[in-house]
């Protein structure tokens, strides 16, 4: 998204102590001042849209970061945002607001289309009131998605937000290694209608590759008689979330039942033999991205593939080994974060795949601390 | 589980058991788009752009090649020139243009001369093999009827196209896309399906009518089926009449050798307005897919009832504009546009009372109106509602109440609304009709993508849900020949004339006040 796509319409630096009706009247008249005209880079009518309330607690450290991804989610699915800033403001402060709007231009032309945002930011121990403050400016006919960004481990402030969402996405990737079980248990209790992880929105692409390898007849067989998983991610240390959800996601597909670990990996058993499962880091790059995944199986139906993809790259390369060599580019339907984002708020129904794949991946990671 | 030697073999799965929820995100296969009259308007203004913005947008396989065929002389650098600008005026970045450009080839030729298709045939294996293209090859008659014949004929002579026997997933396939209209009548139409079933199966065959693209098309269906409190009252119980609207305000602008023999009732009736009628009055499909949509579709067209020359005579308006104030200008009346005869019968406006004769819809007329030159631009469904069976109000003075109106705007302001009467505020009971309203753009945000690229994809992706199949146009060429017929042999109802810039003539207003109705406003 270009600059030029984006306009604030209003949005002072600073803030007022939180007041409801203070900042429904800020919202009314600063719609009255964008109506009223005056502004250069305007041209054309200004349409206020919202489709749900869009609750954003924001680490700090990571709010810079995940603005523009915010902005690219309001152009996609628009909402009235609040962008929480948990301790983002000095002790004493208690709780601050501020109202704006973040615009873009009609791609037929004729005008901005505008989501409301309300910044909302807290001293330390304010937090507990952030969620009385954002309730009370929700837009009560609109579905509450609850974008939980924040790390914070101790959050009864945001477990209060999550009571008043419809929806709740959750990342696992920003949580602090070894801590993904927790979104997972939250996403068991409350079931894959109410919460989703963005970890495995981003294997979309990665599972439909790998559905497509197989579908032709004749290597279908081989899903039978897979020996062995290598999955290989950027960077290294610890699996990153989609690493294991991708692992659970086959194990449960396949009907594999975990057995144990060795020193290679996990082992796991088929209808028809062993597993080895092996998930490492390439050692190169940095996020801690899924990057290539090899496939093997035994007889009756020998099959090698490998699937190779980087970075944001359209294509991703299938090799396939046994039987016969061939190799090939096929699209690889990379999606940007915001995409992710809007692609879960619009999934209305209950995701057993994901609620599968979880339970699957929470066990392996187990197994796989013990050591 | 049964064993082989020490390996145990689990039951071959028939069913890749991961492609369960993957269903959805089926990906384009790589092809070429072969469009025929690729120097054209339709070229210009709607498809390659539709094709550049799928390709943006990823959607595309991005070794999709796209090759252009058409007489004029033109290099395929000339050619990837041309489409710029074309793409360029709707704001291309040029980052995403020089990928696209690439994809873009041209191949000069005659319809009729075999020899260009040979020619063209060489260019596509050239292309294919370059790109790795698997053969998948999609055609696109972007060209005027007349040329469909000759197109079919060369495609089909210079073995440009593998006719379909069964799904075969392995081997590469071809589509047709043809533009409407198909045929001028019913014995036209089921000439072309036969000239063109002999180069390609039906389920190669896409006939494209751009209206079923609309997302506000399509949102008929899932506004009423999607949602449960619609349904129950999509019926004669509950529906007093059925009033659809298609009005455009430009007139003939630079068509007047097609509209002279075509006029508004194939320009738009047979296909734009069938279609509308066919999704608002279908029963709901067994699956959303294209089989089942489209038997239910063909189902209503076959429960039209037939019209007799009398009922032609009484119940259709046909009219023609004639000079006057459209949009705040001076217009001419369609016999003084350029290259009309000025003795001309052409119709640009179309009325009609429709009964589909069913147990849904018995006693339900349907009143359609289409025209050039209107008041204004405006295409809606209006579902009219009957009165509540007890007028409660009338001791308080109410006497009458406004009916309660569905509105399926379908351009432009793409929405939905419900008129309801409230109480005004006040001491005195005063009723007044108020609105509920929804817009796609202040609800979404956005615009609804253009009709061309969702079509475009379908067919790419081989779904054929949104185009027409061969009995709905037949069937459709069928009613509509019954009164073509009567307008020709029995010149009745008379041709009547309208001011430019009106809602048309007042025969059409006459038609709906005869049943106790008027015409809604758009």
Known sequence: MSVDEIKVLDAPDGGRPFDPAAIETDLKSMWKRAGGGGDSTRKGAIYRAALANLVVPLDPALGLKLMPVLVDVTRRHPARLFSIGAGAVPRGSRLLARVGAVCHRRESGGGLVCSEQVVVDSDTESTPLIPSAIRSLLIGDLPTVLLDFHPALDRPWISELMDMADVILVDSCLKEPGTEPETWRLLRDQGSRRVRDLAWTRLVPWRATLAEVFDPREYLPALGTIRSVEIGFSGQGYPPPPVWLLAGWLASRLGWILEGKDRSGLILRSGTGPVSLAMSGTGTGEGRVLERIRIRSGEPHPFDMEIVHRGRDLTAHVDVRAPGTTSSGVPFGYREFAACIVGEIHRHAANRPLEDAAVAAEDMMRHWNRA | ?522
């Open chain 2, 1 to 522: 589980m049964s064993a082989r030697g020490d390996v145990a073999v689990a039951p071959e799965p028939r069913a890749n058991p991961l492609r369960e929820e993957s269903a959805t995100l089926k990906a384009a296969d790589p092809c070429t788009f072969i469009v025929f009259g690729a120097t054209g308007d339709l070229t210009h203004r709607k498809l390659i752009p539709a094709l550049f913005r799928l390709s943006k947008q990823k959607l595309l396989h991005p070794r999709t090649a796209i090759v252009g065929f058409a007489r004029r002389e033109l290099a395929t650098e000339a050619f990837r020139e041309e489409m710029r600008r074309t793409v360029e005026d709707s704001g291309a970045p040029s980052a995403e243009w020089e990928r696209f450009r690439e994809t873009l080839f041209y191949q000069q030729g005659v319809f009729e001369d075999h020899q260009a298709f040979r020619s063209l045939g060489r260019l596509l294996r050239e292309v294919e093999q370059k790109r790795g293209i698997p053969g998948n090859r999609i055609f696109y008659f972007a060209t005027p009827p007349s040329e469909y014949a000759p197109l079919v004929r060369n495609i089909g002579a210079a073995g440009l196209a593998r006719r379909a026997l069964r799904e075969e997933r392995s081997l590469p396939w071809a589509r047709v896309i043809i533009e409407k209209p198909f045929g001028r009548d019913l014995q036209s139409a089921r000439e072309l399906n036969a000239l063109v079933h002999a180069v390609f199966a039906e389920s190669q065959i896409f006939r494209i009518d751009h209206y079923l693209g609309k997302e506000t098309v399509q949102n008929i269906l899932v506004f009423r089926l999607g949602n449960g409190i619609f349904e129950p009252l999509w019926n004669n119980r509950y529906v007093e009449q059925v009033q659809i609207t298609v009005a455009e305000s430009v007139g003939i602008e630079s068509r007047s050798g097609y509209f002279e023999t075509a006029g508004i009732s194939r320009d738009i009736f047979q296909n734009h307005m069938m279609q509308l009628l066919t999704l608002t009055a279908m029963e709901p499909p067994a699956r959303f897919e294209a089989d089942p949509v489209r038997d239910e579709k063909a189902k209503v067209l076959r429960t039209l009832h037939p019209m007799s020359p009398e009922e032609v005579a009484r119940d259709t308006v046909r009219g023609q504009y004639i000079a006057g104030a459209a949009g705040g200008a001076l217009v001419p009346g369609y016999r003084e546009e350029q290259g009309v005869d000025p003795r001309s019968r052409t119709e640009t406006y179309m009325a009609a009372r429709i009964h589909v004769d069913n147990w849904r819809w018995s006693g339900v007329p349907f009143f359609l109106r289409t025209g050039k030159r209107l008041a204004k631009r405006a295409t809606e469904i209006a579902i009219v509602f009957r009165q509540p069976p007890f007028s409660l109000f009338r001791s308080a003075g109410c006497e009458t109440l406004e009916a309660n109106i569905l509105r399926l705007r379908i351009q432009p302001d793409e929405g939905i609304s419900l008129s309801f009467g409230s109480k005004s505020p006040g001491l005195a009971l005063h009723i007044d009709p108020v609105q509920m309203d929804f817009y796609y753009l202040t609800s979404f945000g956005q615009d609804p993508p253009d009709a061309y690229e969702r079509l475009l994809l379908d067919c790419n992706l081989g779904d054929s849900t949104l185009f027409a199949r061969r009995d709905e146009v037949e069937l459709a060429w069928e009613f509509v020949d019954g009164i073509l017929n009567t307008w020709n042999q029995d010149q009745s109802p008379p041709l009547v004339t309208y001011p430019a810039g009106t809602w048309g003539p007042p025969e059409a207003d006459e038609l709906v006040r005869r049943f106790g109705y008027h015409w809604y406003r758009l």
